[in-house]
């Protein structure tokens, strides 16, 4: 990292992508005879020139509305994307709970998804073990800790994603509206921990359509707008431009 103090950094970064249309035989055959002219594919850009800080500690909101980039931007900021231009860097331990279930081995059992993903996440063998009981108790899971989780219902798997995640002690923690497919008590428990988090100074980056959830959470918000910051600053006041946005839009 180019400062000491930055636990994300974002420097004019750019993600594009190929929206391959399904065409017609005959649109597909008139395409080749006026010899491949014009394109079968569109190209645009879901992220154009996004610039931005957060600093250590930090407690971000990730706003707007859909399709505006928001998970775009948090897979660039989990390197599971890579920018076709612009720097992302970021501290070296960022645990994304990004997509329910994404790092799961669907024919492992939870306990050895727990070893998998606590060993992605850059947790030595010996650490898991001494983690293990705390994880499945955490999760929730119980008994079903022994079942493959292709039998875990989404809410289950949230719960053992969200578990192992916390235990890792990451110093940057993304979040992406992963609460949406957990029960309420399970919810609570979850914005507990990650006020928890919050408090013991971890910088969090969290992406939720829940204002008021968001508001609770962070200091800081960055608004999306088709691919572009809009607003970044103190959280309150970027709701209120979010909520005003929304209602000129209905
Ligand atoms: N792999 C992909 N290939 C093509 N287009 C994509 C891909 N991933 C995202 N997009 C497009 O990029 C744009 C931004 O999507 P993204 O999921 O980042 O938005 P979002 O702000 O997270 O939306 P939401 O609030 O609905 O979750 C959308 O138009 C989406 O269709």
């Not at 597909?28 to 850009?45: C, H, N």
């Not at 999306?224 to 709701?239: A, F, H, T, Y």
């Not at 431009?241 to 000129?248: F, H, K, T, V, W």
Request: hydrophobic fraction near 40%.
């Amino acid at each position: 990292m180019a400062s000491p103090h930055l636990a994300i950094s974002c420097r004019g970064v750019r993600k594009h992508f190929v929206l391959r249309h399904t065409r017609s035989l005959k649109e597909a055959v008139m395409w080749l005879l006026r010899g491949r002219k014009g394109d079968l594919s569109k190209s645009f850009d879901a992220l154009h020139d996004v610039t931005f800080d957060v600093r250590d500690g930090e407690t971000v909101a990730l706003l707007g509305l859909n399709g505006s980039g928001k998970s775009t931007l948090l897979k660039l900021l989990s390197g599971v994307l890579q920018p076709d231009a612009g720097t992302v860097l970021t501290r070296k331990r960022v645990a994304g709970l990004i997509e329910v279930g994404a790092g799961f081995h669907h024919d492992l059992s939870g306990r050895d998804n727990v070893y998998l993903n606590g060993a992605i996440l850059g947790m030595s063998e010996r650490e898991i073990d001494q983690m293990y009981d705390s994880i499945v108790e955490f999760s929730e899971i119980g008994e079903f800790i022994n079942t493959e989780v292709k039998f875990y219902s989404s809410g289950m798997y949230l719960k053992l994603a969200f578990s192992i995640a916390v235990h890792t002690d990451p110093e940057v923690f993304l979040i992406d509206e992963i609460l949406a497919v957990g029960d309420e008590p399970f919810q609570r428990k979850c914005i507990a921990k990650i006020k928890e988090l919050a408090e013991a100074g971890k910088t969090l980056f969290v992406v939720s359509h829940d204002l008021d959830l968001v508001s609770s959470i962070c200091e800081r918000g960055i608004l999306l707008e088709r691919g572009n910051v809009v607003m970044d600053g103190p959280v309150e006041g970027v709701v209120a431009e979010l909520r005003r946005r929304s209602a000129a839009v209905e």
